[in-house]
C-alpha cells in the first residue's frame, strides 16, 4: 500500500531528478521547478532544531543524497518534496526528534511507502541493527525482510514476515503482514513478542505479554496510531529448508485455478505444515490473454510442495519446484522502485469456485474499458486468510485488533499500474467503482465480509471499519492513555488512522 501527504496541496507528481532537486531555502521556503514550496512554521522550527543538534543525520534539499531519499519509492506518486530528512541512529535520537515535532507542531512521515511535501521525512536507514537469539530476534525499524531472512539464515530460522524482498519490517509487522507461512503461524503481529516504541510524549517504552499489555494488543493491527517502534522483538522458527513452487496457467485453466484457491483457502488439516501464497490473475491489454500465476512456499522439503498440490494437478504453461532456503527464495523477489504509478483495492469474501470465477471474468471484461491507458498492468490477487491463521491469535492469550472469526476468508485485490499522470483520475476511479461493484455482489449472494487489510486496501477504504467496534472503541481508549496530546493523530500521516 502505498500512501502520501500532500500537505500543501502541490501537485504530487513533481517528477523524478531535477524536479525534486530543490534548492535550500532559508526556513520557510523550498525552490522546486513547480514553483515555490512554502514550509509551514512546524516545519521550518523543526528542520533548524534537528540540523543544529543532529547535523551528521540531517539531510536538507541541497544534500546530494536528497533526491536518493525522496525519490527512494516503488510508486512514483509518492515522489514529494520533504522540508528535510532525519535519519536518527539509536532509539534515543529517534525520542528526541518526536519531542521536537511535538514542541514546533510539525508535520511529518515515515518511508517505505509514505512522504511528505513540506514536512518532515523521517527515515531509518541508519536503523538497521539486529541481535540474534535462542528463539527471537531483535530488529530495528530500518531493515527489510529480506536482511531479517538473511540474518537468520546462518542459523537455520526464519520469522513471520513478508513475501516480497523490499518491504519494510516496521509497517508490515504493524498492519497485520501476510508471510508464507500463515497458515501455521498466523500474521507477522502476532509473532512478536515485544515493541520497544517511542510515544507521543518522547519517551521511549516497552510493550509486551508483561509491559503495558493493552499497548502491546493495540501494536497487533494498530498500524501508526500509537507511537514510533524503534525495535521490534520477532519469534523466530527452525525453517532450514523451504519447499516452492512457481506455477503459470493460462486462460483455459480459470476455473480450476478459482477451483485450487478455494480448496486451498478452506485447508483440510488442524496442524497444518506451514505454507503460504502469492496468487495473481494478470490481463495483458495488447494480447488480450489473461494469465494466472501461482508463488507457493512450504516448510521442509517435499517436492512438489504437498500443499499445493490441487494447482498442481492441473495443466499448465510452466512449473517449476524447487527446494531452497527462505534467504535464496527471497533474493529473487525483487520489487523495482519508480518504475509506475499503481493503486490497490479489495475487499473479502468467503470462498466460493463459482462466484470468483464470475468475478474474475468481469474484472476482466472491465479491463477492457481502460485499456488505452498508457502502460496499464493490471491484476487480480488472492490473498488467502485461512481460518487456522484467525486461531493463532485467538488462542495464544493475546490476540490481536482485528477480531477475525474462525472462517477462511479470500481477500481479493486489485492492484493497477499505470504511467501517466493524466490517467490517475481514470484508473483511480475505475477501480473503486469495480471493487465496490465486485463486493456488492458478493454482499447480496452472502459471500462478503467486511474486514479490509490495511496492506491491499485502495486510498478511499476505511479498514478500522472492519475491526469489531468494540476493539475500536478499546483501540481508542488506549491511544487516549498513550497519546493524550494526539502526536500521531495531528502531526504523522500515512497509512491508516483511527478517527475521532
Ligand atoms: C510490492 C509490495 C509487496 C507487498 N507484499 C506484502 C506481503 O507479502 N505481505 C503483506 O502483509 N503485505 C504486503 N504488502 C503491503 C505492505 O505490508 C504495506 O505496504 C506495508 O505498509 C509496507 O511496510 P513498510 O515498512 O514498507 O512501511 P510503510 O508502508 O511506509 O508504513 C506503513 C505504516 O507504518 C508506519 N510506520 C513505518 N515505520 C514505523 C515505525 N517504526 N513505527 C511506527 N509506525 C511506522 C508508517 O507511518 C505507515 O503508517 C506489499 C506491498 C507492496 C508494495
Known amino acids: 500500500m502505498r500512501y502520501f501527504l500532500q500537505l500543501l496541496g502541490l501537485a504530487s507528481a513533481l517528477g523524478v ?10 526556513s520557510t521556503s523550498i525552490a ?43 510508486d512514483v506518486r509518492a515522489d514529494l518534496s520533504p522540508a528535510c530528512i532525519f535519519m536518527p541512529k539509536t532509539a534515543d535520537q529517534v525520542a528526541a526528534a518526536v519531542m521536537i515535532f511535538v514542541q514546533c507542531d510539525s508535520q511529518f512521515a515515515i518511508p517505505g511507502s509514505n512522504n511528505i511535501d513540506g514536512g518532515v521525512l523521517l527515515a531509518f536507514n541508519e536503523m538497521t541493527r539486529y541481535k540474534v537469539n535462542k528463539e ?3 530488529v530495528q525499524p530500518g531493515m527489510t525482510w529480506y536482511d531479517v531472512y538473511s540474518a537468520l539464515d546462518p ?24 508471510s508464507y507461512y500463515i497458515n501455521k503461524y498466523g500474521f507477522a503481529m502476532d509473532n512478536v513478542a515485544s515493541y520497544d516504541i517511542v510515544l507521543g510524549n518522547g519517551t521511549l517504552t516497552t510493550a509486551s505479554a508483561t509491559a503495558n499489555p493493552d499497548l502491546f494488543w493495540a501494536l497487533k493491527g494498530g498500524a501508526s496510531n500509537y507511537g514510533i517502534v524503534t525495535k521490534f522483538t520477532l519469534r523466530t522458527y527452525s525453517m532450514p529448508r523451504i519447499s516452492t513452487t512457481i506455477q503459470i496457467f493460462n486462460e483455459t485453466s480459470t476455473s480450476a485455478f478459482s477451483q485450487a484457491i478455494c480448496d486451498w483457502a478452506v485447508g483440510n488439516s488442524d496442524s497444518p505444515v506451514a505454507a503460504g501464497s502469492v496468487i495473481t490473475m494478470t490481463y495483458n491489454t495488447t494480447t488480450k490473454q489473461m494469465s494466472s500465476s501461482l508463488l507457493g512456499v512450504q516448510a521442509g522439503t517435499s517436492n512438489p510442495p504437498s500443499e499445493f ?3 498442481t494437478a492441473i495443466p499448465g504453461v ?19 522502485k519508480q518504475m509506475f504509478r499503481v493503486m490497490f483495492s479489495h475487499h473479502s469474501m468467503t470462498p466460493d469456485a463459482d462466484v470468483f470465477t464470475t468475478m474474475i471474468e468481469t474484472w476482466k471484461n472491465a479491463v477492457k474499458d481502460i485499456a488505452d491507458v498508457k502502460g496499464l498492468n493490471p491484476t487480480f490477487v488472492a490473498n488467502i486468510s485461512p481460518a487456522s491463521a484467525a486461531r493463532v491469535a485467538k488462542t495464544n492469550g493475546i490476540g490481536n485488533v482485528w477480531g477475525l ?4 476468508l479470500i481477500w481479493w485485490q486489485l492492484s493497477t499500474s499505470w504511467e501517466l499522470p493524466q490517467d490517475d483520475l481514470r484508473v483511480q476511479t475505475w477501480a473503486r467503482h469495480l471493487t465496490e461493484h465486485l463486493h456488492e455482489l458478493n454482499k447480496q449472494n452472502g459471500l462478503a465480509r467486511e474486514f479490509v487489510y490495511m496492506g491491499d486496501a485502495g486510498e478511499w477504504q476505511e479498514p478500522f471499519a472492519g475491526f469489531p467496534p468494540a476493539n475500536v472503541q478499546r483501540m481508542k481508549e488506549i491511544r487516549a492513555a ?3 496530546k494526539g502526536a500521531f493523530s495531528r502531526l504523522n500521516w500515512g497509512g491508516f488512522k483511527l478517527g475521532y
Open 32 to 74: 522546486t521547478s513547480l514553483g515555490s514550496l512554502n514550509l509551514t512554521a512546524g516545519a521550518a522550527c523543526a528542520c533548524n532544531k534537528l540540523s543544529t543538534s543532529y547535523p551528521k543525520q540531517y539531510i536538507s534539499p541541497s544534500s546530494p543524497n536528497y533526491n536518493e531519499q525522496a525519490t527512494n519509492y516503488w
Open 17 to 26: 531528478g531535477s524536479a525534486l532537486n530543490p534548492a535550500v531555502s532559508a
Open 309 to 311: 498440490r490441487n494447482f
Open 482 to 484: 498513550y497519546d493524550p
Open 405 to 408: 472469526e474462525d472462517e477462511a
Open 318 to 336: 510452466s512449473k517449476t519446484h524447487n527446494v531452497t532456503t527462505g534467504k535464496q527464495w527471497a533474493s529473487n523477489l525483487d520489487t523495482p
Open 155 to 178: 542459523y537455520g530460522r526464519t520469522a513471520i514476515g513478508g513475501r516480497l524482498k523490499t518491504i519494510g519490517v516496521p509497517g508490515l509487522t504493524l498492519i497485520g503482514g501476510v
Open 136 to 138: 527471537t530476534i531483535e
